[in-house]
């Protein structure tokens, strides 16, 4: 089956920088786009990152774009987002989320999420 | 960028049937997803492109769109449901792709 295993979570100031790791089983990871989405405390789930599954296009939301990177290395089954200038407002749990497409692009497995909390 | 509008809280007897709306500007032209989130849990698909359930999904939960409003409809509504509920659409054309409503708080009375 499936799973999701993000790590590299914590507490960490403003400013400062954080990277997560994914570790994908179950599935091709090779052959699929993949992404992170998060969600702040009490609030929605936002869509953060997309990269496609060779790694050469990627794209963000507007709030996290020139400071957060996501990559792949496909030799390890893992997914990364490095986080630089850390804000406030990027206290969130961030999700490693597995993409699918039928007509549209839906996410069909989730992990259990890592909790990155930004304070000083 | 595309938005889309829930409503923020919906209840239900149980046993009832429960609707929850998606609204976005021609949505009907979409491929509209559907999640569940219980509290402390990651979400999970429960609806891909707009009616079609995924595997272990109980076909209590069906989904529709047209116009300008997609819907998620559960019936005969059980305790367990209880959840927030989130739609999504992939907005290819848009360097920022990713949306999703903002939830709807189910609450099994």
């Known amino acids: 089956q499936v799973q999701l295993v993000e790590s590299g979570g914590g507490v960490v100031q403003p400013g400062r920088s954080l990277r997560l790791a994914c570790a994908a089983s179950g599935f091709t990871f090779s052959s699929y786009g993949m992404h992170w989405v998060r969600q702040a405390p009490g609030k929605g789930l936002e869509w953060v990152a997309i990269i496609s599954y060779d790694g050469r296009s990627k794209k963000y939301v507007d709030s996290v774009e020139g400071r957060f990177t996501i990559s792949r290395d496909n030799s390890k089954n893992t997914l990364y987002l490095e986080m630089n200038s850390l804000r406030v407002e990027d206290t969130a749990v961030y999700y490693c989320?597995?993409?699918?497409w039928g007509t549209g692009l839906y996410f069909d497995h989730w992990g259990q999420g890592t909790r990155v909390t930004v304070s000083s | 960028s595309y938005v889309l509008t829930q409503s923020p809280s919906v209840s239900v007897a149980p046993g009832q049937t429960a609707r929850i709306t998606c609204g976005g500007n021609n949505i009907g032209s979409e491929s509209v997803h559907w999640y569940l989130q219980k509290p402390g849990q990651a979400p999970v698909l429960v609806v891909y492109d707009d009616s079609h359930r995924p595997s272990g999904i109980p076909d209590r939960f069906s989904g529709s769109n047209s116009g300008n409003t997609a819907t998620l409809t559960i019936s005969r509504v059980e305790a367990g449901d209880e959840a927030d509920y989130y739609c999504?659409?992939?907005?290819?054309?848009?360097?920022?792709?990713?949306?999703f409503g903002g939830g709807t708080k189910v609450t099994v009375l």
């Open positions: 989320v597995k993409g699918n």
């Open positions: 999504q659409v992939w907005d290819s054309s848009s360097a920022h792709p990713g949306v």
